[in-house]
């Protein structure tokens, strides 16, 4: 058993949690993937608050992975590929900053590879727009209520799930085999 001083977090925020949650609780190495709120000014947010957009809040995950399996390199490579950067406060249907595409890095080596990574997509033309995810230092991260964790295995009957979430974690499953 691998022990813990192996475990780190990452926090991402790359729109409804719903959908990303799902994806990153497949991968080898995650240890935990927490639905939850960052980077707004309210003390104790509820979902309905975030919602409303005046919080500041974004909708993200905090994610507990074991990095002598997977690394945070490899976290990033899915954010990029599991949501759009490139769109301002916004993913799908989904409008508000509390969709915005954020890292929130928890220290110096998390916010030199996130910019890394930046500066290599942006130089080799991946996307057709500019990147606009922001990179926050992390601060607090309030978990979200309980119905809203490990949301599609406890909703998959929900339309949203089959129309929105599914379709997106076959996406990643195809794209991402090695990492399952």
């Not at 192996?6 to 799902?22: I, L, M, P, R």
């Not at 910019?115 to 500019?130: A, H, P």
């Not at 992390?138 to 089959?162: K, R």
């Amino acid at each position: 058993m691998n022990s813990t001083n192996q475990y780190e977090t990452a926090t991402f925020g790359n729109g409804c949690f719903w959908c990303t949650e799902a994806i990153f609780m497949q991968l080898k190495g995650v240890i935990r993937v927490q639905s939850g709120y960052s980077g707004g000014s309210t003390i104790n947010p509820d979902y309905k608050s975030v919602c409303s957009g005046k919080t500041g809040h974004a909708e993200c995950l905090h994610i507990t992975f074991d990095s002598s399996i997977i690394s945070f390199d490899e976290l990033l490579r899915v954010f990029w590929k599991t949501h759009d950067p490139t769109s301002l406060n916004r993913q799908g249907e989904d409008i508000g900053t509390q969709y915005r595409s954020v890292i929130f890095y928890h220290n110096d080596t998390q916010l030199k590879i996130a910019k890394v990574y930046i500066q290599q997509l942006t130089e080799n033309k991946i996307f057709d727009k500019q990147i606009v995810t922001t990179l926050e230092p992390m601060i607090t991260f309030y978990p979200a209520e309980d119905y809203h964790q490990n949301y599609l295995a406890l909703n998959g009957h929900n339309p949203y799930c089959q129309i929105v979430v599914r379709p997106k974690v076959e996406k990643f499953k195809k794209e991402f085999t090695h990492l399952l």
